[in-house]
């Protein structure tokens, strides 16, 4: 009989070679970044809704007769400046001046909330006027562009607040800082969108 | 796999490593300034274009417009949201390459197909209503 086969005594503990799991650094910013380009995806089919019908006018005014150029260059301006001021809150976080990138970060929160309230105003004023989202096939496909953007501004100045308040309390930390960088990266996105907005929807939709 | 043990990575600890690479993310006040000039720049320019009705033909401000637009999208890439092949390993260039294919996809394939369609069914001229009638 063979007895020896059996072995009773303790097995050695297992090796692993990888204690960690698998993930690249900052895999949340990769990750937030593809969530960036999964949001592109969304703009750009609500572009190619506003290049298909953006001539059916259905007899109603259209984007020479109801676009604000003068307005749109301010809002445009606001977003902008808005963008680069987020930079200079970011350059303040990697020297660790908390008081002044919170400065930098109220001011393009400013900035954005005035180019929401702006928007708000161009939008209650074209209602008004009779050129609401229900006039046409141009104007629906005007406002869900505009009204998405306009939407995701708003809840970037939201998330703004909350990270501030955040900062505030428990300073520079590390998970602070990721958020503050997923955060800029929004917000840059944000004005990248809106260059297709102003140069397509509204300066090309003026000449159309 | 990329968290190796600290002996084997020179930067030291997994923390250190990861302030390395947020540190490589943002740019400095050269690279903001320079981004927001030439934003300025390509923003001014189709403004003026177009109120100021400086060019006659309207196809040839809109496509000079959309040049613009697609030129100052590369500038904010590069200077607001520091592109490059090497953040993230190249994962976020990649994803960008997706996201560009498919987007002019998306926006090529609509203009397209959509065009044809109003350009064959839309117009019901007086000939093809009479047409129909007649058959």
Redesign the interface.
């Known amino acids: 009989m063979n007895t020896v086969a059996i072995d009773t005594a303790p097995a050695e503990p297992r090796k692993f070679l990888c204690l960690e799991e698998a993930h690249p650094h900052n895999g949340t910013l990769l990750g937030f970044w593809l969530y960036l380009m999964s949001d592109c995806f969304i703009f750009a089919s609500l572009f190619a809704c506003n290049a298909v019908l953006g001539t059916s006018y259905a007899g109603g005014p259209s984007g020479h007769d109801v676009f604000d150029l003068t307005g749109l260059a301010v809002n445009t301006a606001l977003l902008l400046i808005s963008s680069v001021t987020f930079g200079f809150a970011m350059l303040e976080m990697a020297r660790q001046r908390k008081r002044a990138m919170l400065g930098w970060l109220a001011v393009s929160g400013l900035l954005a909330a005035v180019f929401v309230g702006l928007e708000i105003h161009e939008f209650v004023t074209m209602i008004a006027e009779g050129a609401g989202p229900g006039r046409s096939a141009f104007l629906s496909s005007f406002f869900t562009l505009v009204g998405t953007h306009g939407l995701h501004v708003t809840v970037g100045i939201l998330w703004l607040i909350v990270l501030m308040v955040q900062l505030g309390k428990h300073g520079l930390t590390e998970a602070n800082r990721r958020r503050l960088f997923c955060l800029s990266m929004f917000w840059h996105f944000l004005d990248l969108v809106w260059i297709g907005v102003f140069s397509y929807v509204y300066l090309v939709g003026v000449l159309r | ?3 190796p043990s600290p002996s084997v990575h020179d930067h030291g600890t ?2 250190d ?2 302030h390395e ?3 490589a ?5 050269r690279s ?2 320079t ?2 000039v030439l ?2 720049i390509l ?1 001014i320019i ?2 003026w274009l ?2 100021g009705h400086v060019i006659a033909s ?1 196809q040839t ?2 496509l000079i ?2 040049g ?2 697609a030129v ?2 590369v500038v ?2 590069i200077y ?2 520091h592109l490059d092949t090497k953040s ?2 190249g ?2 260039m990649l ?2 390459m ?2 560009v294919v ?2 002019v996809i ?2 090529g394939a ?2 397209w197909v ?1 065009y044809n369609e109003n350009a064959n069914m839309m117009p019901m001229s007086p000939q093809y209503i009479h047409h129909k009638q007649g058959a």
């Open positions: 796999m990329s968290h997994s923390h490593a990861g690479t947020m540190h993310a943002h740019g400095s006040l903001y300034l981004g927001f934003a300025a923003t189709p403004f177009v109120m309207p401000t809109i417009v959309l613009l637009a100052q999208i904010h890439m607001f949201l993230e390993n994962w976020n994803a960008f997706f996201t498919l987007v998306v926006l609509s203009i959509m």
